[in-house]
């Protein structure tokens, strides 16, 4: 009874005393979404420490380079140091789960690709939730995939493509830098759209499944454009189309696949930006920003391009909507 009515006569006149500020911050945390008790970022003074990017592949690949070329200019910004912190494993799912669980401070993000959106429906156990335990930041490169084929195959173009695969079910090959990746998924959603049969032939990545096909083991592969460009340019395969929705400008003379014979095509890998859930949103707008300026900055364009990739900026709005169509886009794809 006693400790109670000490509580009752020395704390509660403090809360009533105090209950607009009380208040007042109980309401920024629900609508911040952010945790009560996890630490705050100060949007107007942000950053004020290293900021962390991880990224669940390894050293050197696409989504790391394009990473490593946008941050650039981020470091030069902020005055800040900027880690990218590799952390490869299952396919991206060890780098997803790391940062899903990471701490919402607005000091830890995670940039990812294709497979975030093409995992949910290959793994009922990941681990986490690609949509419910992230914040979208916005997104970063496209790597634009360009249908070529052979030239055995004798077809010029996508609608002569479709012809000949109606006429000749499943014997035309595919080849893909390994099964349920976006190359693959590429050729799968290519077929359901032309209701044709194709037969895929899965390699361990884009090295090897290019080579067979510039030997003519296979007839045709959605490749990347830096896999591709090279055997276009000699040519030793034959371009029909890109999978962008509109002309890639790293090859604006190959006309996209939807142009080319099979309207409303649209398949391309991507790299993207995520934040924990929780995140503030004023730290996510202004770090979307500073992204946004880096990726329209002309020596970065030239670096992407250079590297096979394109800038793809988003708001964060834009970002998350884009992923709810990649997830349900490759869903019914992997379904049918």
Avoid at 45 to 65: I, L
Avoid at 172 to 200: K, N, P, R
Avoid at 258 to 270: H, I, K, R, T, V
């Amino acid at each position: 009874m006693a400790v109670k009515l000490i509580k009752e006569t020395l704390i509660m006149p403090v809360l009533f005393k105090h209950r607009r500020a009380v208040i007042k911050t109980l309401a920024a945390v629900v609508v911040s979404g952010l945790p009560f008790g996890a630490s705050w970022a100060d949007a107007d003074k942000w950053p004020e420490q290293a900021v962390n990017f991880v990224v669940p592949f390894a050293p050197g690949g696409p989504v790391d380079t394009a990473a490593r070329i946008v941050t650039v200019p981020l470091n030069d910004k902020w005055k800040q140091p900027i880690v990218i912190d590799n952390k490869a494993g299952a396919g991206g799912i060890v780098g997803a789960r790391y940062s899903a669980k990471a701490k919402p401070d607005g000091y830890n993000y995670f940039f990812t690709a294709i497979h975030h959106a093409i995992l949910p429906s290959l793994n009922d156990n990941l681990g986490y939730d690609a949509q419910k335990d992230f914040e979208p930041v916005g997104g970063v490169a496209r790597f634009p995939l360009i249908l070529v084929a052979h030239p055995s195959l004798n077809v010029k173009s996508v609608q002569e493509l479709i012809d000949l695969a109606k006429e000749k079910p499943n014997t035309i090959s595919y080849s893909s830098s390994g099964t349920g990746g976006g190359t693959h998924l590429a050729g799968e959603l290519f077929a359901s759209m032309a209701d044709v049969q194709l037969q895929h032939i899965p390699y361990k990545g884009s090295a090897p499944a290019v080579q067979d096909l510039v030997g003519g083991q296979v007839q045709l592969m959605f490749a990347d454009a830096t896999s591709a460009l090279p055997f276009i340019n000699s040519g030793k395969v034959i371009p029909l189309g890109v999978g962008n929705k509109e002309r890639s400008a790293l090859a604006p003379e190959v006309p996209t696949i939807a142009e080319s014979g099979l309207p409303g095509y649209e398949a391309y890998s991507w790299s993207g930006l995520f934040a924990p859930k929780g995140t503030p949103a004023d730290v996510i707008k202004k770090l979307n920003a500073d992204m946004n300026e880096s990726l329209n900055t002309p020596e970065i364009i030239e670096k992407m391009n250079g590297s096979g990739s394109e800038p793809m900026p988003t708001t964060p709005e834009e970002f998350g909507q884009f992923l709810d169509v990649e997830i349900k886009k490759w869903r019914d794809t992997i379904q049918n």
